[in-house]
């Protein structure tokens, strides 16, 4: 039975890796998304514009602002010099956010009262403008510290702010591990989907079926080359997440491995569910892509999952990639335990079992 199941892979193999341009579809997409996706797919604001209307002549509100143009999220200020302005700044996407400083604003300051700043905000580019109002937020809080400081005013209270697990906000220890869930999905879901419906497509399929191999075996031979092709692409992504963009890596390779391999067992028995219900290669890859993108979407990569309504998250529960990006996330950045990580890994096994029974069934009964 091993010997018939490892010359179905064998040749499984061969059929992707038979040519250059197989063997280049399977590495340059990678490397391509590598190389952008840490700098391109990234909530942080940048290189914005910051409008500044002042109404204030004093020494402080001239500070502030000098403050301002020294962040990173804004590298171009725009003084305004009436409410046309400042209306045309929004309007035309002149500026992301625009500052108002009303006339008594230095004043206040300096007398230790409550200054008013007005922040108008452009809602058709909401999350960037939340972001960089926290930003705007975090230099004002910063000025009237040291500005109290200064003048020898006790604060109140005081908000120290530690990152865990990642000091310093880099986003790319966001990315890279999501990446290793993100990839790994498109690849295991072509390469499954594809097959069944290649060989029904090129009328090779019934020469399986005459063949020693039963439908599991069949099975498993469309499984195993998935397998080992996602495992290296992992494998690239996790190497140069480590010693190229220097993320340290906290986990068990162990554990990551153990939990990647259900993951995907779970993602190819999905797509063997696809290609046992489409008749051809076009139909299986429509199928990959509407199970894709709300995969990915609903995964709580882009968003957090606690963000969705309470049916849609019951609904989510059998998404393999948002169970497995808590997975990579805890063990990449958090050195998770295996303890703690059965949590996120008991639901890939269920869904790896349910998925792939239901691919043997189908793949069954449509031979019947």
């Known amino acids: 039975m091993l010997f018939r199941i490892s010359t ?52 402080e509100s001239v500070e502030l602002i000098q403050r301002l143009s020294r962040a990173g999220a804004f590298t171009r200020l725009v003084y305004l010099h009436s409410e046309d302005d400042l209306r045309q700044a929004v309007a035309r996407q002149e500026a992301l956010i625009v500052l108002r400083f009303q006339p008594e604003f230095s004043r206040a300051v300096a007398a230790g009262r409550p200054a008013q700043l007005q922040a ?26 040291d500005h109290n400081t200064a003048q020898r005013r006790v604060a109140s209270s005081e908000l120290v702010v530690r990152h865990w697990f990642n000091p310093n906000l880099d986003y790319v220890r966001h990315i890279i591990p999501s990446l290793v869930a993100i990839i790994t999905t498109i690849s295991t879901l072509i390469v ?20 020693p191999l039963t439908p ?3 099975m498993v031979g469309k499984s ?57 290669q076009q139909q ?19 968003s957090p999952v606690e963000n969705m309504p309470r049916w849609l998250q019951y609904l989510d529960w059998f998404n393999p990639v948002r169970h497995f990006i808590v997975i990579v996330k805890g063990v990449f950045l958090k050195d998770v335990g295996l303890r703690e990580l ?23 009964r449509r031979l019947g």
């Open 224 to 280: 195993v080359p998935a397998l080992i092709v996602a495992t290296a692409q992992a494998t690239l992504i996790l190497t140069a997440g480590v010693f190229i963009y220097r993320i340290p890596f906290q986990g068990s390779l162990a554990l990551l491995y153990g939990s990647m391999f259900f993951y995907i067992l779970a993602l190819a028995g999905f797509g063997l569910l696809i290609s046992s219900v489409c008749s051809t």
């Open 216 to 218: 599991g075996m069949i």
């Open 120 to 145: 108008i905000l452009d809602g058709r580019r909401s999350n960037s403008a939340q972001i960089a109002l926290g930003y705007v937020r975090q230099i004002l809080q910063g000025y009237l510290d």
């Open 342 to 364: 059965m949590h996120p890994l008991w639901p890939l096994m269920v869904i790896a079992c349910i998925t792939l029974i239901g691919a043997n069934w189908m793949f069954r």
């Open 8 to 59: 179905l892979i064998i040749k499984e193999l061969r059929t992707l890796l038979r040519d250059r341009q197989s063997r280049a579809l399977l590495i340059v997409p990678v490397v391509l998304q590598l190389a952008i996706f840490p700098f391109a797919a990234t909530l942080e604001v940048k290189n914005n514009t910051l409008g500044v209307f002042n109404q204030d002549a004093g020494a």
């Open 192 to 211: 499954t989907s594809l097959s069944v419906a290649r060989e029904r497509e090129q009328g090779t399929l019934d020469q399986l079926l005459v063949s």
């Open 284 to 302: 299986a890859f429509l199928g990959v892509f509407s199970f894709m993108m709300p995969a990915v979407l609903l995964s709580g990569f882009p």
